[in-house]
């Protein structure tokens, strides 16, 4: 079973910028699109953004413009670039495969997460 970590969560203020990280385990990576999603509180999870193993990316409308998902297919990894960020970019932030037809995650196994959170 493909596993994952995330990590570069911490606290900021509205307008400041953070870069989460995604490690997976195999080189199944370097083939399958893969996306970030967050879970705010009280909310469902999301995806954020998606980026093929060729680069193509695509954003959810409420952080276009403000995150940036790109990936090392060679070294298994995935990173999102978070600016501007908003309070409403609070939650926990996850690395999972993307599967266009489904518009969500590929994998059953979700890794721990990484907590952002945007305060004064």
């Known amino acids: 079973q493909v596993q994952v970590a995330e990590s570069g969560g911490g606290l900021v203020q509205p307008g400041g910028s953070l870069t989460l990280s995604c490690a997976a385990s195999?080189?199944?990576?370097?083939?399958?699109?893969m996306g970030w999603y967050r879970q705010a509180p009280g909310k469902q999870r999301e995806l954020v953004a998606s980026?093929?193993?060729?680069?193509?990316?695509n954003y959810t409308d409420s952080v276009k413009d403000r995150f940036t998902i790109s990936r090392a297919n060679a070294e298994n990894m995935a990173w999102l670039q978070m600016n501007n960020l908003k309070p409403e970019d609070t939650g926990v932030y996850y690395c999972?495969?993307?599967?266009?037809?489904?518009?969500?995650?590929?994998?059953?196994?979700w890794g721990q997460g990484t907590q952002v959170t945007v305060s004064q």
């Open positions: 999972n495969r993307y599967l266009p037809y489904k518009n969500g995650p590929g994998w059953d196994y």
């Open positions: 195999g080189g199944v990576f370097r083939i399958f699109p």
């Open positions: 980026i093929t193993r060729n680069l193509k990316s």
